[in-house]
């Protein structure tokens, strides 16, 4: 399975889950109490639409929502610890248990009539499917915080889904970075092939200039430029910006390495930087060696520091 189709199947099940378990805070908070208050002619009736009608609304998300969640299991990406996969699942089960065994039986006899005893339990049992979908939101939204975090979601250079002409497009660590130029903004001209043989360099990828962790995050390279030029490479940081943005960047913030404007995407489109979640310019840093061979390839949208960590991490430092 490919990296892109992974996140497709998580979105989808993260989607699927958040809206479940948002149903069923509505269906304990609303519907289920309501119910006493229909009165004693019309429960039977009210019983059995009810039944019909919601099965059309939880159908297909439970089903979305129980197929990814058994692929992430089996697949079991590296966004996350595999003990998350299997508690989701696990979490899945006792869902489905509590609903044969608990909340049908309850919906069974309410659909003959009334029976108050009997609505009682059907609201204190559903408190069990309400904790459990709540703990799984808990869960999904941490592999999401995980995801734009920490860990981003990694190349793993396994494409078997993927056209040829895709393959070719992404890069991946081990791969020979590809030339490219660009212009900083002071005007000079950046080449790859004019480190090669002599440094490395450390490129890092920013969504936009003066935005609170694409500033932290610059000026932690600021911070630990000395311990780059140690290690024998030069960090460059690339956006979208213009030149000015740039410059007024790099001087409100004193920062020691040249800023790259990439205002037509090309270079994004080079180095196959994603957009996170398919929507945001990803924020991404390639740690290249003096052969012009990539080391690293970090990728979290939300981190700032860890970046910095990394690129160190893979020279050595």
């Not at 993260?14 to 208050?37: D, E, K, N």
């Not at 995980?146 to 860990?151: A, K, R, W």
């Not at 790099?250 to 398919?278: C, E, H, M, N, W």
Request: aromatic share 12%; proline share 4%.
């Amino acid at each position: 399975m490919s990296d892109l189709m992974a996140q497709a199947i998580f979105l989808a099940h993260l989607a699927s889950t958040l809206y479940m378990t948002g149903l069923i805070w509505m269906v304990q908070r609303v519907s289920y109490p309501l119910m006493a208050f229909v009165g004693q002619a019309e429960s039977a009736k009210f019983e059995r639409l009810h039944c019909d009608r919601i099965g059309w609304v939880v159908g297909l998300p439970m089903l979305v929502e129980g197929i990814t969640g058994l692929i992430l299991l089996w697949y079991s990406p590296p966004w996350f610890p595999a003990w998350g996969f299997w508690l989701g699942a696990a979490l899945m089960f006792g869902n489905a248990a509590s609903t044969q065994f608990l909340q049908v039986p309850c919906h069974t006899k309410l659909a003959a009539g009334f029976d108050q005893n009997v609505h009682q339990r059907l609201v204190k049992t559903n408190w069990i499917r309400t904790v459990i979908w709540s703990l799984r939101s808990f869960l999904v939204l941490g592999m999401l915080l995980n995801i734009l975090t920490i860990s981003g979601f990694p190349r793993s250079g396994n494409f078997s889904n993927l056209s040829a002409d895709s393959v070719m497009a992404i890069l991946k660590i081990g791969d020979r970075a590809p030339d490219f130029s660009g212009k900083t903004s002071s005007g000079d001209v950046i080449r790859l092939a004019d480190y090669i043989g002599k440094k490395g360099l450390v490129l890092f990828f920013y969504p936009k200039d003066g935005t609170a962790i694409c500033t932290k995050e610059a000026c932690a390279f600021r911070d630990s430029y000395m311990q780059f030029a140690d290690a024998g490479a030069e960090v460059i940081g690339i956006s979208s910006d213009s030149d000015e943005s740039h410059l007024d960047f790099a001087k409100q913030y004193r920062l020691t390495f040249p800023l790259i404007s990439d205002a037509d995407g090309s270079l994004r489109k080079l180095f196959s930087v994603p957009k996170t979640l398919g929507l945001f310019p990803g924020r991404v840093t390639y740690v290249i060696d003096k052969d012009g061979i990539i080391r690293q390839i970090y990728s979290a949208q939300l981190a700032s520091d860890a970046h910095v960590k990394q690129a160190l991490a893979a020279l050595g430092q």
